[in-house]
């Protein structure tokens, strides 16, 4: 398998990437194929150190930065490292896409250069969260600031196939963020999304609050992506701000760095469970190829797992899965236009 990544996107780029894909050809048997300046990427390798077995390049001339503007990358910097392994995709010369790049211009880029699944209104960021029980996916997480109902079922439809191929969940629910539990709650995009589920091929429970999302209230939670991003940019903020609680309460006193060491192993535990790296990236759901967006901040082990992550993300066969998910929605969707027709006449 041949996974195509941005050698320039990102802040660690593009020593971390370098030496990200070098664990991933080690580890996962994939062939990288690495786009962007040839000579500044075999040279950095060359200096520190990073073996290119298994890898191919191909040249671009620009590199896209978080402060140009997303439609830039289709063009004024057409030939950007990311705009060149969108193509690349395209036409198929490789299986999976990887970039740390601008998250505008990689949804801009992949939307245009790649294209959407078939039926697929928007694509999605669909980031993988913590959660007392394991973790959960949200959807839209930033993509879409405003969204129309039947975008929160194909949401729904799309990280439900993904964790069930991808975390391995049976079943998975899916649950649509609201003020309230109850049915009559929300705004008409909530209540209107919530009578399109009940034709959807997924196990959607309804409506489920804010606070039940890091209990574990759903494997997969849809709203739109100004809702998203809050709840994205919210629980990074917990997490950091719990972790250094907890960091300055054990170190106190003689007593709690005792208390520390007998505890270390489970604090390292619970370290690896909100460390980001171990997820890899956030899938870009709704894209007729599979396309990985690793965090800007992403160090090689992150860029091992997002190269893991797009590689199962290919091999299982999501986009099949979720495009006979959409066949069934549209097929139910008509037989109720139908009988709706019917019962006016």
Not at 6 to 17: L, M, T
Not at 96 to 101: C, D, N, Q
Request: aromatic share 4%; net charge neutral; with cysteine.
């Amino acid at each position: 398998m041949k996974v195509i990544v941005d050698g320039f996107g990102g802040d660690n780029a593009p020593i971390a990437v370098l030496k990200g894909c070098e664990l991933a050809v080690r580890e996962y048997g994939v062939t990288v194929l690495l786009t962007g300046d040839t000579e500044k990427l075999t040279a950095c390798a060359q200096e520190n150190g990073v073996s290119l077995a298994g890898f191919e390049f191909a040249n671009a001339t620009q590199v896209i930065s978080m402060e140009d503007e997303p439609t830039d990358v289709i063009k004024a910097k057409s030939d950007c490292s990311m705009a060149v392994g969108l193509k690349l995709l395209k036409e198929g010369k490789g299986d999976a896409f990887v970039s740390a790049g601008s998250t505008g211009a990689l949804v801009v880029g992949s939307s245009t250069l790649v294209g959407r699944i078939k039926g697929i209104k928007r694509a999605a960021l669909a980031p993988m969260l913590p959660t007392s029980k394991g973790m959960y996916m949200l959807m839209d997480s930033g993509a879409n600031l405003d969204c129309r109902p039947e975008m929160l079922v194909q949401f729904g439809i799309m990280g439900s196939v993904y964790m069930g191929k991808i975390a391995g969940i049976s079943n998975p629910r899916v649950g649509v963020v609201n003020v309230g539990t109850e049915e009559t709650k929300g705004t008409e995009l909530e209540l209107e999304a919530n009578e399109l589920f009940k034709l959807a091929p997924v196990n959607c429970i309804g409506n489920v609050e804010a606070r039940e999302l890091p209990l574990g209230g759903c494997e997969v939670a849809v709203t739109d992506g100004f809702t998203g991003n809050v709840i994205l940019k919210l629980t990074e903020g917990l997490a950091k701000g719990f972790s250094a609680n907890i960091k300055k309460m054990l170190l106190k006193n003689a007593g709690t760095k005792l208390a520390a060491l007998l505890l270390k192993s489970g604090l390292q535990e619970f370290k690896k469970s909100m460390d980001y790296t171990e997820y890899g990236g956030a899938p870009l759901m709704g894209i007729n190829k599979p396309v990985i967006k690793a965090h800007g901040s992403s160090d090689a082990k992150a860029f091992k797992n997002a190269i893991r992550q797009a590689k199962a993300f290919h091999e299982q066969n999501v986009i099949g899965e979720i495009e006979a998910g959409l066949k069934t929605l549209s097929s139910k969707m008509a037989e109720r236009e139908s009988a709706q027709v019917g019962a006016a006449e």
